[in-house]
């Protein structure tokens, strides 16, 4: 096995920075497009940007991120896009108080 010296080490890490660096400014970018109904996951946990479930939406669940007041913000069940506030999946879980 070759051994890994310390040059190649910190050639290693600067290529791993930048990648992460880089990653998460995709990730940023793609984090402002808004979730699709017509979305697989969308689909299979009946998202609605409209809820129809009494005191239920995604501004009082859980998984909810963002700041308080937004329209539209990220959720931990769908990465990289935003929720409508207004909105509802299946997989809503009241947001303790
Ligand atoms: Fe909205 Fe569902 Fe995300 Fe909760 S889990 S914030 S209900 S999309």
């Not at 096995?1 to 290529?15: P, T």
């Not at 808004?34 to 998984?63: I, R």
């Not at 700041?67 to 509802?88: M, S, T, Y």
Request: charged fraction near 20%; charge should be positive.
């Amino acid at each position: 096995m070759k051994s890994v010296n310390r040059r190649d080490f910190l050639k290693l890490s600067g290529s791993t920075v930048i990648g992460l660096t880089l990653g998460s400014v995709a990730l940023h970018a793609k984090a402002q497009e808004q979730l699709s109904v017509e979305d697989p996951t969308a689909k299979a946990l009946n998202y609605t940007p409209a809820s129809t479930v009494e005191g239920a939406q995604c501004a009082n669940c859980m998984y909810v991120q963002g700041d308080e007041g937004e329209q539209h913000r990220p959720c931990n069940i769908f990465p990289n896009k935003l929720v409508n506030a207004e909105g509802w999946c299946s997989a809503w879980v009241k947001k303790p108080s």
